[in-house]
Structures are given as C-alpha cells and as structure tokens.
C-alpha cells in the first residue's frame, strides 16, 4: 500500500469544485434543492449546462488522481489514489468530512482505469435509473454489475485498452468504489422505496 498515492487521492477529490462552479453560476449547491454539491442538484438549480460543467470537473478530478497515483506509485498507486479521490468527494476535510455522493468523480476514475466497462455502466445506472425513477436504486444496480463483471473480466482474462493491465486489481477497485459512495446511495433508495407510488 502507498500512502502517498492515497493521499494524494483524497486531497485532489477533496477540492470542492462544485460548490465554486455553483458559487459562479449564483447559487449554492450545499444550500439549496438536495443539498448535495454534484451534478442532479446543479441541473435541478440552475439547468443542464452548470450540471454538465459538474459532471465534467469531477469526472476529470478522478481521472487526474488516477493519473498522479500511476506516476508515484504504478498500477496499484492508480488503483489507490483513484479510491482516495472518491473519498475525498465524498467525506470530505473541508466540509467536516460531509461530501457529494461521489458518482461523479467514480465515473472518472473507472473511465480512467477501466475504461472498457465505462459505456456499459453508463448505460446499466442510465436504464436504471430510469426505470426505478431513482438515481440511488441505478447507482445500486450498476454497482452489482460492476461486481459481476469484475469476477468475469477476470476469470476471462481480457484486456484494456488502457488503465489497469492487472485484472486482479478490477474487484479491489469495485468493491472499494461501491464501499464508499453506496451509504449514501442506499439512504436514497430507501426514501424512493418507502415512499407512496406515484399516479
């Protein structure tokens, strides 16, 4: 384990880039709607381009992690500071270790190290979502999918095109992804599965 790549990690998912783009746009993300400073919250308050914008840094805070970690400390420096950028999203020094919901910044790290699953997560949490009218029941799933398909990736053995060459890494970087954001998940599927249909 590489302390440094994890810190390094978490400081760089700990810059609260949302609440600044949302502070830019007018309106504080902490603040109003959810509360929560990522991506749904800004296009609820201030519409698809802020909530783009969001995506975008955070998905680019986690690829920047990653990229920092392969430098310092190789593939397992990757893994691990990819982990510590999520992290630091999601409990977070400045804000008393009070964060996003971290799927932004995950969706950057698994773009960044496991790059050949990233147009099927996107459309397993997409359809998801969708269907269960909740982004945490999509988050959920996908993170169920994830699992399946890290023991299969590999017990195949297949390759990336870039990111992690080691496929014994893929499950550590699963389920450590789905160790951190799915608290927060799961508050959110609870509230959408207790509460009354809707017409």
Request: aromatic share 6%; hydrophobic share 50%.
């Given at each position: 384990?590489?302390?440094?790549a994890?810190?390094?990690?978490?400081?760089?998912?700990?810059?609260?880039?949302a609440?600044?783009l949302?502070?830019?746009?007018?309106?504080?993300l902490?603040?109003g709607g959810?509360?929560?400073?990522?991506?749904?919250?800004?296009?609820?308050?201030r519409?698809?381009g802020l909530?783009?914008?969001v995506l975008?840094?955070?998905?680019g805070?986690?690829?920047?992690?990653?990229?920092?970690?392969?430098l310092v400390?190789g593939?397992?420096?990757a893994?691990?500071?990819?982990l510590?950028?999520?992290?630091?999203n999601v409990?977070?020094?400045?804000y008393?270790f009070?964060?996003?919901?971290?799927?932004?910044?995950?969706g950057?790290v698994?773009l960044?190290l496991?790059?050949?699953?990233?147009p099927?997560?996107?459309?397993?949490?997409a359809?998801?979502?969708?269907?269960?009218?909740?982004?945490?029941?999509?988050?959920?799933?996908?993170?169920?999918?994830?699992?399946v398909?890290?023991l299969a990736?590999?017990g195949?053995?297949?390759?990336?095109p870039?990111g992690?060459?080691?496929p014994?890494?893929?499950?550590p970087?699963?389920?450590g992804?789905?160790?951190?954001?799915?608290?927060?998940?799961?508050?959110?599927?609870?509230r959408?599965?207790?509460?009354?249909?809707?017409?």
């Open positions: 384990m590489n302390p440094a994890l810190l390094i990690g978490y400081l760089i998912g700990s810059i609260p880039s609440v600044w949302g502070l830019l746009w007018g309106v504080d902490r603040r959810s509360g929560n400073p990522g991506a749904n919250n800004a296009r609820r308050l519409g698809n909530a783009l914008l975008v840094v955070e998905m805070k986690g690829a920047a992690a990653v990229s920092i970690g392969l400390a593939e397992t420096g893994l691990l500071a990819g510590g950028a999520i992290a630091g409990y977070n020094l400045w008393r009070r964060g996003g919901k971290g799927l932004g910044i995950s950057g698994l960044a496991w790059p050949a699953v990233f099927l997560v996107v459309v397993t949490i359809l998801a979502s969708a269907l269960t009218r909740s982004t945490g029941i999509g988050t959920l799933v996908t993170q169920g999918f994830l699992i398909a890290a990736w590999e195949v053995g297949l390759d990336n870039w992690l060459s080691d014994g890494l893929l499950l970087l699963v389920v992804v789905g160790l951190m954001i799915s608290p927060r998940h799961w508050q959110d599927a609870r959408r599965l207790s509460s009354p249909a809707r017409p």
